[in-house]
T-cell receptor, first 120, second 113 residues
Framework: GAGVSQSPSNKVTEKGKDVELRCDPI?????LYWYRQSLGQGLEFLIY????????KSGLPSDRFSAERTGGSVSTLTIQRTQQEDSAVYLC??????????????????FGPGTRLTVL | GENVEQHPSTLSVQEGDSAVIKCTYSDSASNYFPWYKQELGKGPQLIID?????GEKKDQRIAVTLNKTAKHFSLHITETQPEDSAVYFCAASRGNYGQNFVFGPGTRLSVLP
C-alpha cells in the first residue's frame, strides 16, 4: 500500500515568513511523529500524536513551532516567523499503536521522504 | 531519559567485506531496537529490528545482535555491495507511547568498489 507522503518536497522561504509542512500517514496508523534532521545530523524529535490523546510536544524547540493532526490522519507542522536556523529536513513518521489492557506498545515507525526547508 | 550512542560515525569498507556498526543505550527498560538506512535525499527506511526477547536476528546479508545485559546492539552487513552505501541509524524504544524512540547519531557507510 501507499507509504507516508509529505509535501512539499522542497520549500524555500524568506526569513520571517510562516511555512506549513504536510504529512499524510499510512492509512490506519494511529501514531504520527515529526522529526527534524539538520545537515549531516541525526533525528531530533519534535512532536508526537497518538489517536485523540493530547500530543507530546516536548521536542518543539520554540513557540514558533506548532502542529496539528486533523481527524486522526493528516498532520500539518507550522513554523512561524522562520529563522535561518530552522533550515533542515523535516521528517514525518507513522506507526500503528497496539494496545492491551494496562499496557501499550508502538510498532515500527515508517518514514516519509521529508521536506527540505531552506530559510534565506 | 534514554541516550543512544553509535559508533563509528563513518565507516569505509571494500566491496565484499563485512561492516559492523555498534550502538549502546542507557535505559534498561528499552525493549525494541530498529535499524534504519537513509539514502541521500530520502527518508530513513527500516531494514531490520529486534525485540528484547531475541538475541539475534538475520535477514539475508543483514543481522542484528542484542546484548541486554551490556545494553548494546550491533548491525552486521556481510558481503557488502556499493548499494549498501548510506547512513545507518540505530534506535531504542520502550514501546510505550510518547517520545519513545531515541535515535543514534548515525553512521555513514561507504562501500568502495
Amino acid at each position: 500500500g501507499a507509504g507516508v507522503s509529505q509535501s512539499p518536497s522542497n520549500k524555500v522561504t524568506e526569513k520571517g515568513k510562516d511555512v506549513e509542512l504536510r504529512c499524510d500517514p499510512i492509512s490506519g496508523h494511529t501514531a504520527l511523529y515529526w522529526y527534524r534532521q539538520s545537515l549531516g545530523q541525526g533525528l531530533e524529535f519534535l512532536i508526537y500524536f497518538q489517536g485523540n490523546s493530547a500530543p507530546d510536544k516536548s521536542g518543539l524547540p520554540s513557540d514558533r513551532f506548532s502542529a496539528e493532526r486533523t481527524g486522526g490522519s493528516v498532520s500539518t507542522l507550522t513554523i512561524q516567523r522562520t529563522q535561518q536556523e530552522d533550515s533542515a529536513v523535516y521528517l514525518c513518521a507513522s506507526s500503528f499503536l497496539v494496545g492491551t489492557s494496562g499496557s501499550s506498545s508502538t510498532d515500527t515507525q515508517y518514514f516519509g521522504p521529508g521536506t527540505r526547508l531552506t530559510v534565506l | 531519559g534514554e541516550n543512544v550512542e553509535q559508533h563509528p560515525s563513518t565507516l569505509s569498507v571494500q566491496e565484499g567485506d563485512s561492516a559492523v556498526i555498534k550502538c549502546t543505550y542507557s535505559d534498561s527498560a528499552s525493549n525494541y531496537f530498529p535499524w534504519y538506512k537513509q539514502e541521500l535525499g530520502k527518508g530513513p527506511q527500516l531494514i531490520i529490528d529486534i525485540r528484547s526477547n531475541v538475541g539475534e536476528k538475520k535477514d539475508q546479508r543483514i543481522a542484528v545482535t542484542l546484548n541486554k545485559t551490556a545494553k548494546h546492539f550491533s548491525l552486521h552487513i556481510t558481503e557488502t555491495q556499493p548499494e549498501d552505501s548510506a547512513v545507518y541509524f540505530c534506535a531504542a524504544s520502550r514501546g510505550n507511547y510518547g517520545q519513545n524512540f531515541v535515535f543514534g547519531p548515525g553512521t555513514r557507510l561507504s562501500v568502495l568498489p
